[in-house]
T-cell receptor, first 112, second 113 residues
């Protein structure tokens, strides 16, 4: 398996623009997680899905953030409108049941 | 809520030195404990884990023991290499990983030849 795939790997955008981050989990995994990493706050869990259903989105910072998982092989994290403080590395991870999570390489987002 | 505290770095050691990175946690119940490693420009990789008290996780010469009495999960390695230079994260999960991970801030380890 190719592992968790994220795209794009790098994104530079201007404040106010919409940003969409994409994730393809490992085939067969039933959990998908979105994390954000910043120097100030470290790694934070934003939202996670089980069998494509959002289970806990309490980590989503505000209404500008939304995440979807339309099927077992694809998820998106959208920021609209983006702000400079959203600049971070966003990681997607997947796991099978209670097994350990596998992380993707991350999307490095810079909002100017 | 759940939290993880780990020593902040950077930690700088010479090659072949003994490594300890301290990690303590606060959680209700009996969480699973993990160490992840992040190499520059990459995502996190699971290094080792332990799911119950007194379990010892080990991998690539690293090991950590789940100590319920001291709520700790310290990472150790007997002889570090330059290739071990990375950021190490201690993490816990109340649901064995299924409910997401709570991470410590990370410890940047630098090994000098």
């Amino acid at each position: 398996d190719a592992g968790v795939i994220q795209s794009p790997r790098h994104e530079v955008t201007e404040m106010g623009q919409e940003v969409t981050l994409r994730c393809k989990p490992i085939s067969g995994h039933d959990y998908l997680f979105w994390y954000r990493q910043t120097m100030m706050r470290g790694l934070e869990l934003l939202i996670y899905f089980n069998n494509n259903v959002p289970i806990d989105d309490s980590g989503m910072p505000e209404d500008r953030f939304s995440a979807k998982m339309p099927n077992a092989s694809f998820s998106t994290l959208k920021i609209q409108p983006s702000e400079p403080r959203d600049s971070a590395v966003y990681f997607c991870a997947s796991s099978f049941s209670v097994a350990s999570a596998y992380f993707g390489p991350g999307t490095r987002l810079l909002v100017l | 809520g759940d939290s993880v505290t780990q020593m902040e770095g950077p930690v700088t050691l010479s090659e072949e030195a003994f490594l300890t990175i301290n990690c303590t946690y606060t959680a209700t119940g009996y969480p699973s404990l993990f160490w992840y490693v992040q190499y520059p420009g990459e995502g996190l990789q699971l290094l080792l884990k332990a799911t119950k008290a007194d379990d010892k996780g080990s991998n690539k010469g690293f090991e950590a023991t789940y100590r319920k009495e001291t709520t700790s999960f310290h990472l150790e390695k007997g002889s570090v290499q330059v290739s071990d230079s990375a950021v190490y994260f201690c993490a816990l999960s109340a649901g064995g990983g299924a409910d997401g991970l709570t991470f410590g801030k990370g410890t940047h380890l630098i090994i000098q030849p």
